[in-house]
């Protein structure tokens, strides 16, 4: 699960896409993320949970959102009426 707080109050619950990301500890899996789905949203920000290829790590475990091989990716938030 990661947390976002928007920079400015969406005027809708966002939408969202995704592009070249990883899940990682840093030190034993580096995993890509092949879904994301809001837990929470609203217009001043979202819970995410993220579907990722492998299960190296473990529930509740500390972990990051990173850009796949230090490449471009993008987390991208559209709340267009």
Known sequence: MFSFLFPVKM???PSFG???LIVTDRL????DVT???PQGTSDNGV????THASNAGSARQAAQ?????GTYGYIEFKAEL
């Open 65 to 69: 959102l990173a850009v796949k091989n």
């Open 47 to 50: 819970q995410i949970k993220t």
């Open 28 to 31: 034993v899996y580096d995993s």
């Open 18 to 20: 995704f592009s070249n």
């Open 35 to 37: 879904a994301l789905a």
């Open 11 to 13: 005027r809708a619950a």
